[in-house]
C-alpha cells in the first residue's frame, strides 16, 4: 500500500485550533474531500488518457486468441494501463478535521505488489539480466496527479470555506 499523507506535524497544529469556528472546519474538510475527489479523478485520466511516449508492445487476450497493441509510459508518465488493477486501487479519504490520505490501497482494494517499483522505480536490483544491475526508472502517478491538482487544491479550500461562511 503506498499512501501520501499529511504532515503528522501539521496535522497536530491544526487539531490544536481549537477555537476554529466549526463553519470553517466543515469548509476545510469539504476542500479535502473534493480535493481528494480531484486527485483521484486526475490520476485515474492521467492513466487512461494520458498521452504516452514509451514503446509499442503486442499484448494477448486473457484466452490467448487475439493480439493488441499497447504504447508503454516513458519514464516520468504517469502509468500505462494494461490490466486494471493498479488503476483501480488507487483512492482516498478524508480522517477528521486535518488528516487525509490518498494513494494505493487507501479504501481498501488490494494494491499489486508492484505498485512500489511502478510509482518510485527499482534501483539495482539483479533480475534476468544475468547479475548485471538492472533498473526502471520511476513512473509516478500520484506524484503527477498531486502536481498537476496543486494550483486548483488551493482554490478549492478557498471556495468551501467561503461557502460555509454564507
Known amino acids: ?3 501520501v499523507r499529511s504532515n503528522p506535524r501539521n496535522a497536530a ?3 490544536n485550533l481549537a477555537h476554529i469556528k466549526q463553519e470553517y472546519r466543515q469548509g476545510i474538510r469539504r476542500g479535502w474531500f473534493e480535493l481528494g475527489k480531484a486527485l483521484k479523478k486526475e490520476a485515474r485520466d492521467e492513466i487512461t488518457h494520458g498521452r504516452k511516449t ?3 508492445y503486442r499484448v494477448r487476450s486473457r ?3 487475439t493480439t493488441r497493441r499497447h504504447q508503454a509510459s516513458a519514464p516520468g508518465e504517469s502509468h500505462a494501463n494494461v490490466t486494471h488493477t493498479l488503476r483501480d486501487s488507487i483512492g482516498w479519504k478524508v480522517l477528521g478535521f486535518s488528516r487525509r490520505e490518498f ?3 487507501v479504501t481498501g482494494r488490494p494494491t499489486p ?3 512500489p517499483f511502478v510509482e518510485y522505480g527499482t534501483f539495482g536490483s539483479a533480475g534476468r539480466s544475468g547479475g548485471r544491475s538492472s533498473r526502471m ?3 509516478p502517478t500520484l506524484k503527477n496527479a498531486i502536481d498537476a491538482r496543486e ?5 478549492d479550500f478557498v471556495n468551501y470555506i467561503g461557502r460555509n461562511l454564507d
Open 1 to 3: 500500500m503506498i499512501k
Open 13 to 15: 497544529e491544526w487539531d
Open 54 to 56: 514509451g514503446n509499442v
Open 63 to 65: 484466452t490467448g486468441k
Open 103 to 105: 494513494g494505493y490501497g
Open 113 to 115: 505488489k508492484y505498485a
Open 137 to 139: 526508472m520511476p513512473r
Open 151 to 155: 494550483r486548483e487544491g488551493f482554490q
